[in-house]
């Protein structure tokens, strides 16, 4: 090990010898290679060390010698040095516990005579002086760190120490040097040489051989060790440098020689020049030598040495060595005289050899001065100068020679004790306090030893007390203190010694002098008090000298022990330590010496004792006291009381300790109860000690002095209470130390001074709590009951008592059965000990009990919360009492009331997931339910009624309470949360009327929202406390997060926040109110730039409601039966609105996941009662359908589609679902006879959307739906479904792709499953079912109408799908127009009636015209039990179970065609085929059950398979198990099969989506009637121009193809809607663009029909029949007129019954202007098909019949105004939205537009009076002030 600052390196070396091959030249060492380097100390492994591996090579000279053959001779030679730096590898080995691998790579020195420093050029980096030879050379070493004792190392690790590890020593001493240790090494170092050429003409090869020889000249066998693992061997030779006269070795060698022959020996160095010729011999030409010792017995210094070289050859004899020796060896020795011997050794005076020495010996030494006191007697008048210069010997020196030193100094002592006395107690003074120093510490049991059992001065005692009273005595004169200081520290040795001597004196005296001796000591005593007393503060000196004194006092009891008794020595100390100047007149660092000293005493032996206890402990109480007084040194005097009072624990088993524990109450009681409050609030406030102590201090200070009160008030007793008492002067006095002592129980109580799992001593502290409050109670009592109450401290008690109660510690129940029985045995429940403390406490109160009302309700309802009856039991009366007393003193108990309640919720949102808080809210219910005491004591007062209402009240919060906490605990989802919190919510308004904790929970609620991005919730919910403000300028106190500011203000801000909200949620319809309600507020004020903003705002949302797309939720109905379900949940059921996207499967999923323990049940009838009180949890789930509120909006005829949509499922409170019954008997062959719907309505609390997504159902209706009313809501709504789609297909909304249609016109026209419409004429047109149900007379009528209205629907879908069709797929069009014509002839020949309307010349109105309103006796039949809803599929019509189905019946924008990139993925819109709703009619029993149970799925959308609702496909296909069920449900029936279709075809020509025919839904999915896709792509304007004219021809190419039209039925006959007209006609061409994109068109489908059948006819005329040869005649009599149906209504703008989906808004560039009735008169002119589009009025012949022009006439009276609604500016939260935000409708045309860009657009192309008129919500555009002065004009006109 070396150290590049150390030349001579750190350790001693380990060799080893290694073969040519690297391994071990011994075969024996093989894996025993080991060395442990020792003695190392932590100072040594910080420093900069290495391991150094020198390499030297044994051979030839050189390396590339040629010569062959084995060398005769060999050298040893330098080859490579090898380096690692521990401080790469300390840390490594440091973690380790085992050996650690490293490579060490050789380098080569590039010059030899730098070899000597190889290593520090290695280490240094100096790459120029070395080189690597390969990179295969290197060493591998390993290495393993050991610490501690060698002996306890080698204990440690045996089997390190099994493999022969070489001990490798440090150079030196260690750190330590450990008594007994006996070493005596000399390291000598070959230096350097210089020698001369000697005639060469090259330099010598130089070698060196030492001996160490003895005195007669013998050379002493195995001194000489080359390093450990080697043997030592009686010569060395040392390497040899090439060619080098001034050779450097520096090559370190330990000579381990014997004591006894190292003086006389000496060392002899021989020099050879090894010659490289032929011979290689060796030539001696010189030697050198030292003798081992001076003269004066000091052995050779530790330093170098300059040695003679002396001249001599091999012939030169050495045997008498005497020939030499007398010779001078160095410059040293250059004063001898040369004897006769000098003629046979020459001196070479150029020549000269460098060694060094170092000598490790316990034995020798080389310090004169040392040697001189050890033989002082040869030398006896220097004694004076030796003892004087003993100070300058080293410390290792003197500790090696400590005995023979003492014996020295003593024996000198003896010698003459006034002379030398001084001078040898300052020697002895010099060696005890050099055995303080750490290096020497070991030490100090030789120095015990010695006076054990080898000194022997026994007149020394004398001699030693006179000096230290001497030195005592001047430390007030003298300045410079150092001795008197060392004296002091010196003291304990002194003392020992002092003792011995006395000892040893009366033993040989028999005890002579003994007065003298103690009267000595005495006045030795008298001037340590002296030293003490002195007054240090402006004295630096004097502090040491004090402190000295102090540190070393307490070491001397034990030795005065020997000599005095207990009693005695106790006076001794009480003397001193009461000496001492109190705290304020010293210094903090003599106070710091002074409490160590004082601890000292306290753990020495004479503190044990009780006599000198009772001497002692007043003395060390008042310096303690006065410390704590100040609160200074709070650290150490908390260590001195805890070992005060361990002392008097143990010392109370055998003797009575009550007069000491008195004495400690007096004086610390009150002084520890003020420390340790200072301590808490500074640990509270962490400010503490933040200059002086870290935290950590503060807080074992608080756990010290925590133990030490409790450790006194454990030790007190009563008699040491009663006296307590009794000290205390006046009330004042004892009521601030019961204020004191009860606020620091509670302080242990709150804080945690004591870690978690220290039960036992948590338990004990409890113990003497509890025991304490029993003492302080009748105090407490006796004087501050009656007239001389005090609140404070009666409150103090109270905190306590709760505090201690609900302490976690004493919660038995949580512990183990084993520790339960281990506490109760040894302490009982202290529960209960102290809940009956409180309770008697209480009754003590009397009247003051008022005092405590209501601010003791929250801490004793804390206690109830005690999972322990018998404290439950102590506290009930204790309620029941503060209501009586209120009561009595109020006349009610509202305090008390509203205290519970508040403290109430507060516990439950304190106990956030604290588990035991959990069990205990559990329990507390019980309290106040089914718990009798209570409501038994209230029965028996006046105010019975009251309480127990109140009681009741108290116990639904709590149920509800317990849920929130449950909910809230962290882990439950956002559902249950706020469906908790919305429980809660309620229950504080509706029930306990409590304002504040209402609005708390309100933003709760809010916040909950927000956080689920419930963004609408949010809003109601936060609307619940805009309502409960005004808008005054009251002034409210800031409230949560709210500021302080006026109501208006708060108002405002809220209201904003709530639109913001509203707007977020997409709800603009809920918004749009409040913004009318702000702005009549700003308009008051004038605030005229918010109005504009809010305006600004209002418009915006006008503009989102129409041209933004928002997606209808579906809605869930969930059952939540069992008894493990929240209470708030439990056996109820509730209506959820599901989010974006979200189907039925992912909805059930999510639910399942809410209630991970829940079953899902699997049928919808409703459960049990064994389902309801079992100890479950069961879910039921299925979709329900929403009933609007707003029947008014969705019927009126203007509003469009996007309105509607919002109408239909918001402010909903009524759902549905229905599910399929057979009454009677079954017909096998028709079941539709006796197919019935029974109907559920679920009638929520609340409407949806509101505060919650989802409401508790409040009630149920249930209504059954006949057969027949089943097939009219059927029917009705297959045509709107196909009105709806034909719409879209003609207003190009779906566009490119028509299977769509295609698909629906097949499933209708080709009903191959179940037989189409024919089953409902075969069910209810025939004979006998007429004449058996009379009353439906009339409901027969309304299927016929609606048969008819399908066929007229068909007919126009026809037209539009020839129109799109694309050329391949004529084959499946022409097919269609076949079937159209056979199911039209089926239709005429099947309905009575309708075969003679086909003929004669009289029929009025074709059939494609009547289209009249439906007539109120139709709708009343209609609506005999609910809504018009259908569920079953006849054919291939729709089977809904929902009235609005009506409404909803068209696709999204988005799904327009099959490729479309907006379209959503098939298996979100359609998972499960809607061809499975109902039973067909050859649906056997069996399979019934499946069919009511797939009844339950959500109406006409694609449902997700669930858990309740099987997946219908595999990868899009049935299930083997479906396909099955398919063709047992379905019957004998097949999809229709064409022979001349492809496979393909097959499918494409397959029934609809919402026929029965299975795999159409599968096959398409995109072909779902309502599944909801992402946005539409925006609608864009198409250029002007021919496209157009193109677009136009197109649809009227091929008329001739067109099928013969019905018959017409009678106009009084038809209680249908009219399928209206569109601006599709010649005239919209003049706009510029196309009406069919542009989104101001009319959505139906009527617009096609008058282009086919009835050329350019204005939106008001009638088209006529189809059929060329049918006579039609329009009637036009008044008859006509005055008919009681609803006239004909022909809205120009807005057709209703087509009006399927409204385009998105589109600002087009069309500007059409009105129509007088005049001009309209003459458009209405109709066109025979193919005709040109002129666009001319004329009248035109159709097959010779002349059409009536003054038919508009005869009808235009009967046009409807339509009413502006009045909405009321207040905002109510429940009461339905605005129907429709106030437009100004017009009565048949709009407000003209034109356009500002195209002003030639507006401009007639041909001779037409007006071009028809756009839709009603596009916005006025006027450029200029003429625009606009016309657009009024015309807006006037248009009005009459």
């Known amino acids: 090990m070396a150290d590049p600052v150390l030349p001579s390196g750190v350790s001693e070396k380990f060799m080893v010898r290694l073969n040519k091959n690297g391994g071990p030249k011994n075969p024996e060492k093989v894996d025993k290679l080991c060395a442990l380097f020792t003695d190392l100390s932590n100072k040594d492994m910080k420093r900069d060390l290495y391991i150094v591996s020198q390499v030297i090579r044994t051979g030839r000279m050189l390396l590339n010698d040629s010569k062959k053959g084995p060398a005769h001779v060999t050298y040893r030679r330098p080859y490579g040095c090898a380096v690692l730096a521990m401080s790469d590898v300390l840390q490594t080995i440091s973690e380790l516990k085992e050996e650690k691998d490293f490579v060490l790579k050789v380098y080569t020195c590039n010059n030899e005579n730098e070899w000597y420093q190889i290593h520090e050029n290695i280490i240094r980096k100096s790459s120029t002086k070395y080189t690597a030879p390969s990179t295969n050379y290197g060493l591998i070493i390993s290495l393993q760190l050991l610490r501690g004792e060698l002996d306890v190392v080698r204990r440690e690790n045996p089997v390190i120490f099994s493999r022969a590890v070489a001990m490798t020593r440090k150079l030196g001493f260690p750190d330590v040097i450990m008594p007994g240790d006996i070493r005596n090494d000399l390291y000598l170092t070959l230096e350097r040489g210089d020698f001369e050429r000697g005639g060469k003409s090259v330099q010598k090869n130089i070698e060196v051989t030492v001996y160490v020889l003895y005195a007669d000249g013998e050379i002493l066998k195995d001194c000489i060790s080359l390093g450990s693992g080697e043997p030592n061997v009686p010569d060395h030779r040392s390497f040899v440098l090439y060619h080098n006269n001034s050779p450097r070795w520096s090559e370190v060698l330990k000579l381990p020689i014997p004591i006894d022959r190292f003086r006389g020996s000496h060392l002899r160095f021989e020099f050879r020049h090894c010659s490289t010729k032929d011979k290689g011999e060796k030539k001696l030409f010189g030697f050198s030598f030292t003798p081992l010792m001076r003269e004066d017995g000091t052995t050779l210094s530790d330093e170098s040495h300059e040695l003679y070289v002396y001249k001599c050859d091999e012939n030169s004899t050495f045997s008498t060595h005497a020939l030499y020796l007398g010779l001078p060896c160095c410059k040293e020795d250059s004063s001898l005289s040369p004897s006769p011997s000098s003629l046979v050794f020459q001196r070479s005076n150029k020549e000269a050899f460098w060694i060094h ?549 507060s516990l439950v949102s304190e106990g956030k997931g604290d588990e035991n808080y959990r069990e205990l809210f559990g329990l507390l219910t019980q309290l106040f339910g089914p718990y009798p005491s209570l409501l038994e004591k209230i029965e028996q007062e006046t105010w019975r009624e009251t309480g127990i209402s109140f009681v009741t009240s108290v116990t639904r919060l709590m149920e509800r309470l317990l849920d929130y906490r449950d909910c809230m605990k962290g882990d439950e989802t956002e559902n249950k949360k706020i469906g908790c919190t919305v429980n809660l919510l309620n229950f504080y308004k509706s029930e306990i009327n409590k304002e504040e904790m209402y609005i708390r929970y309100i ?120 008894r493990k379900f929240p209470f708030f949940l439990r056996n109820k059921e509730f209506v959820c609105r599901g989010h974006d996207y979200e189907r039925l499967e992912a909805f059930q999923q999510r639910m399942l996941g809410e209630f991970p323990q829940a079953i899902a049940m699997q049928h919808p009838n409703q459960p049990d009662e064994a389902i309801l009180q079992c100890e479950a949890q069961y879910l039921q789930i299925y979709a329900v359908t929403a009933v609007p509120e707003s029947l008014s909006v969705l019927q009126m005829d203007r509003v469009p589609e996007r309105i509607k949509s919002f109408y239909r499922v918001n402010n909903v409170r009524r759902f549905r679902y229905d599910r399929p019954i057979h009454k009677g008997s079954k017909d096998r062959d028709n079941e539709f006879k006796s197919l019935w719907i029974e109907r559920t309505t679920l009638i929520l609390s609340h409407p949806l959307p509101g505060i919650s997504r989802w409401f508790e159902v409040d009630k149920r209706e249930l209504v059954e739906v006949s057969p027949l009313e089943n097939a009219v809501c059927v029917v009705e709504n297959k045509n709107h479904e196909l009105r709806t789609l034909i719409s879209q297909y003609q207003h190009k909304q779906l566009h490119g792709n028509i299977n769509l249609l295609s698909m629906t016109l097949n499933g209708v026209i080709d009903a191959a499953v179940n037989g189409g419409i024919a089953r409902y004429q075969e069910a209810f047109f025939d004979k006998d079912y007429i004449t058996s149900h009379p009353e439906d007379t009339d409901k027969i009528t309304q299927l016929k109408d609606l048969m008819q209205e399908q066929v007229h629907v068909l007919g126009v879908g026809l037209a539009v799908h020839e129109k799109l069709v694309h050329p391949e797929m004529r084959p499946l069009h022409k097919k269609l127009i076949d079937q159209f014509h056979v199911m039209r002839s089926s239709l005429c020949h099947g309905i009575p009636g309708l075969e003679k309307a086909g003929s004669g010349t009289n029929t009025p109105r074709g059939i494609l015209a009547s289209h009249s309103p439906m007539s109120p006796e139709s709708f009343k039949l209609m609506h005999r039990h609910s809504e018009p809803v259908a569920v079953g599929t006849v054919g291939s019509l729709l089977i809904l179970e929902h009235p609005e189905d009506f409404y909803r019946m068209q696709p999204s924008p988005s799904s327009s065609s099959l490729s479309s990139t907006h379209s959503a993925p098939s298996q979100m819109i359609n998972s499960a085929p809607s061809t499975i709703r109902v039973g067909s009619p050859s649906l056997p029993d069996k399979f019934r059950h499946n069919r009511e149970m797939l009844m339950l799925l959500p109406p006409h959308r694609d449902r997700p398979s669930s858990a309740m609702y099987s997946n219908i496909t595999e990868n899009g296909q049935p299930t083997n198990f479906q396909r099955a069920l398919f063709h047992q449900v379905i019957g004998p029936c097949k999809p229709c099969s064409d022979p001349n279709l492809s496979v393909a075809e097959k499918v494409l020509t397959a029934p609809s989506s919402w026929s029965l025919d299975s795999g159409t839904r599968e096959a398409l999915p995109f072909l779902s009637a ?239 009076p007006r071009p028809m008129p756009r839709k009603i919500s596009q916005p006025i555009i006027a450029a200029t002030k003429e625009d606009q002065a016309k657009v009024a004009w015309e807006h006037g006109v248009s009005e009459e």
Not at 1070 to 1085: D, K, M, S, V, W
Request: charged content about 20%; overall charge negative; some cysteine.
């Open 357 to 905: 020495t170092q000598l490790s010996s316990t034995k020798l030494t080389q310090n004169v001065d040392l040697l001189a006191l050890l033989k002082w007697k040869a030398h006896p008048d220097r004694v004076m100068d030796i003892l004087g210069r003993l100070r300058h010997v080293s410390g290792e020196e003197i500790v090696k020679f400590l005995q023979d030193i003492l014996d020295t100094l003593f024996s000198i002592l003896d010698d003459n004790t006034d002379k030398y006395g001084p001078l040898v107690f300052q020697s002895l003074v010099f060696i005890i306090n050099l055995l303080r120093d750490s290096k020497y510490y070991h030490f100090r049991p030789v120095m015990d030893t010695y006076i054990q059992k080898h000194f022997a001065g026994a007149l020394a005692y004398k001699e030693l007390i006179r000096c230290l009273k001497w030195y005592m005595d001047r430390s007030a004169e003298v300045v410079r203190q150092d001795h008197i200081q060392e004296a002091m520290r010196a003291l304990e040795y002194l003392f020992k010694f002092i003792i011995q001597s006395r000892i040893l004196y009366s033993r040989a005296t028999c005890g002579l002098e003994e007065d003298q001796f103690r009267s000595s000591i005495t006045e030795l005593f008298q001037s340590i008090r002296f030293v003490l007393s002195l007054d240090s503060r402006h004295s630096d000196t004097l502090v040491f000298t004090q402190a000295a004194l102090l540190n070393s006092f307490p070491a001397i009891f034990d030795e005065l022990l020997q000599m005095f008794t207990v009693v005695e020595v106790a006076d001794f100390v009480r003397g001193t330590l009461g000496s001492m100047p109190s705290t304020v007149h010293i210094g903090q660092s003599m106070d710091v010496v002074k409490l160590q000293s004082i601890a000292r005493t306290v753990d020495s032996k004479l503190f044990s004792f009780p006599e000198s206890r009772r001497i002692l402990l007043p003395v060390v109480l008042h310096h303690i006291h006065l410390h704590l007084r100040q609160q200074k040194e709070l650290l150490i005097c908390s260590g001195i009381l805890s070992s005060i009072f361990s002392i008097i624990k143990t010392s109370a088993r055998d003797s009575s300790v009550q007069e000491e524990v008195e004495m400690m109450v007096e004086s610390l009681l009150d002084v520890l109860l003020q420390t340790l409050l200072s301590i808490m609030s500074k640990s509270q406030t962490q400010e503490a000690v933040r200059g002086q102590r870290c935290p950590q201090c503060t807080a074992e200070i608080t756990g010290e002095y925590v133990s030490c009160l409790l450790s006194l008030l454990r030790q007190m007793t009563d008699v040491h209470f009663q006296r307590l008492m009794e000290n205390f002067q006046s009330k004042d006095e004892l009521k601030e130390f019961l204020l004191k002592i009860l606020c620091v129980f509670r302080n242990l109580m709150k804080l945690s001074i004591f870690p978690r799992d220290w039960n036992v001593m948590r338990l004990l502290t409890s113990n003497i709590i509890l025991t304490t409050a029993q003492y302080l109670s009748p105090a407490l009592h006796k004087n501050f009951t009656e007239a001389e109450f005090d609140f404070k401290v009666w409150n103090s008690y109270f905190s306590l008592a709760v505090l201690y109660i609900n302490q976690p510690s004493l919660q038995l129940e949580n512990l183990s059965p084993a520790k339960r029985k281990k506490v109760l045995d040894k302490y009982g429940d202290m529960r209960v000990m102290m809940t009956y403390e409180l309770f008697s406490m209480w009754q003590n109160l009397g009247e003051n009990k008022l005092h405590f009302i209501p601010g003791m309700i929250g801490p004793f309802l804390g206690v109830t919360l005690v999972p322990q009856l018998e404290v439950r039991n102590i506290m009930i009366p204790i309620f029941h009492d503060m209501m009586d007393w209120e009561q009595r003193k109020n006349g009610n108990f509202k305090q008390v009331e509203a205290e519970l309640i508040d403290k109430l919720d």
């Open 1003 to 1122: 933003h709760k609620l809010c916040d909950m929202h927000l956080q689920a991005e419930n963004y609408t919730e949010a809003a109601f919910t936060l609307l619940l406390y805009w309502e409960l403000l005004h808008w005054d300028e009251r002034p409210l106190k800031d409230f949560l997060h709210y500021p302080a500011q006026t109501e208006w203000h708060r108002k405002e801000g809220l209201c904003r926040k709530v639109i913001h909200y509203f707007n977020k949620g997409k709800c603009w319809e809920f918004g749009i109110p409040l913004c009318r309600e702000l702005a009549f507020q700003y308009e008051t004020l004038y605030d005229y730039q918010s109005l504009s903003w809010i305006r600004k705002m209002e418009a915006a949302y006008y503009d989102n409601i129409m041209e933004q797309q928002r997606l209808e939720p579906e809605f869930f109905r969930v059952g939540f039966y069992g």
């Open 1570 to 1808: 309502h599944s909801v896709m992402a946005p539409p792509v925006p609608p864009r304007n198409l250029p002007h121009g021919p496209q157009l004219l193109m677009h136009f021809d197109a649809f009227h190419h091929q008329l001739s193809d067109l099928p013969p039209a019905l018959p017409a039925r009678s106009l009084r006959k038809s209680p249908l809607h009219p399928i209206p007209a569109s601006p599709t006609s010649p005239q919209s061409l003049l706009d510029g663009s196309s009406s069919t994109l542009s989104g101001s068109a009319s959505s139906g489908v009527s617009s096609l029909s008058e282009s086919n059948f009835s050329g350019p006819t204005s939106s008001s005329d009638p088209p006529p029949s189809l059929e060329p040869n049918t006579t039609q005649a329009w009637n036009t009599n008044e008859e006509d007129v005055d008919s009681l149906y609803q006239p004909v209504r022909y809205s120009v703008s807005e057709p209703e019954i087509l009006d399927g989906v409204k385009p998105p808004p589109c600002r087009s560039n069309s500007a059409p202007v009105s129509v007088t009735p005049a001009q309209a008169a003459a458009q209405i002119q109709p066109q025979a098909p193919g005709s040109a589009s002129t666009g001319a009025p004329q009248t035109q012949q159709l097959d010779g019949l002349q059409q009536h022009p003054q038919y508009y006439y005869n009808h235009h009276h009967h046009f409807h105004p339509h009413f502006i609604p009045n909405h009321p500016p207040l905002y109510s939260l429940h009461e339905p939205p605005p129907a429709l935000p106030p437009k100004p409708y017009l009565r048949e045309g709009c407000i003209p537009e034109e356009d500002p860009l195209n002003p030639q657009a507006a401009q007639p192309a041909l001779p037409v």
